[in-house]
């Protein structure tokens, strides 16, 4: 069962409840896209549009100007010649990661996380079986190492709650939402890698 890229995860989803969450990409076609681009507030990011690990590949840059915009654009063409790339707006916050597996034993499974970077670094993770309600999540939220953090700094744990139940209950064969971003304010899907039931 094949992933899906963010703009295809996206195009999937993108008439579903849970897009409601979903920080939209920009094609980097600098040439026809630059007077949307140029109406993002920066820094911005710049990314492969794939299915691998985009950190691991180097394949994701953040970038302050519409100048550096375009001398990065440049360099990951050259890294990667004849690949698609996307531009996004930043989003500070704390990364969770939240996937859905499908389990022989369990059928669906849900799990939750430190996300971004830390997801592999830190192995911080919890697994509910699906379906699953708002108070487990948030239970299982409780769990995690990073719990404390997403306490400290205030972050809104009731949007991230909602929009992991959200997910939960997408008729998906597998996900992994890596990172949902989640701050004070809101809880949003940065990246995405779906594969949706036949």
Same mark, same amino acid.
């Given at each position: ?11 999937? %989803? ?10 939209? @990409? ?11 681009? #140029? ?10 549009? /794939? ?15 519409? $100048? =550096? ?7 990951l063409?050259?890294?990667? @010649? ?10 500070s916050?704390?990364?969770? %990661?939240?996937?859905?597996k499908?389990?022989? /034993? ?7 996380? +430190?996300?971004?970077?830390l997801? $592999?670094?830190?192995?911080? /993770?919890e697994?509910?079986?699906? @379906?699953?309600?708002?108070? *487990?999540?948030? #239970? ?10 997403? $306490?400290? &700094? ?14 939960? &209950?997408?008729?998906? =064969? ?12 809101? +809880? ?8 949706l *039931? #036949?």
């Amino acid at each position: 069962m094949e992933l899906l890229d963010l703009e295809n995860s996206f195009e999937e %989803i993108k008439d579903l409840e849970i897009a409601n969450y979903l920080v939209l @990409p920009i094609n980097a076609d600098l040439e026809k896209f630059k007077a949307k681009i #140029e109406k993002l507030k920066f820094p911005l990011w710049i990314k492969l549009n /794939t299915s691998e690990h985009k950190a691991k590949i180097e394949a994701i840059k953040k970038v302050s100007s519409y $100048e =550096e915009l375009k001398k990065v654009h440049s360099q990951l063409q050259k890294q990667f @010649p004849g690949k698609k790339f996307i531009v996004q707006e930043n989003v500070s916050g704390i990364e969770i %990661i939240a996937g859905i597996k499908t389990d022989k /034993t369990f059928e669906k499974v849900l799990l939750l996380g +430190a996300g971004g970077s830390l997801a $592999e670094l830190i192995q911080d /993770t919890e697994f509910r079986i699906l @379906p699953i309600e708002k108070t *487990e999540i948030e #239970e299982a939220l409780k769990q995690l190492k990073i719990y404390k953090i997403l $306490e400290e &700094k205030q972050a809104n744990i009731s949007k991230l709650v909602n929009l992991i139940h959200d997910f939960s &209950k997408l008729k998906i =064969e597998e996900a992994d939402l890596n990172p949902v971003i989640v701050n004070e304010k809101e +809880a949003v899907i940065i990246d995405a890698r779906i594969s949706l *039931e #036949e």
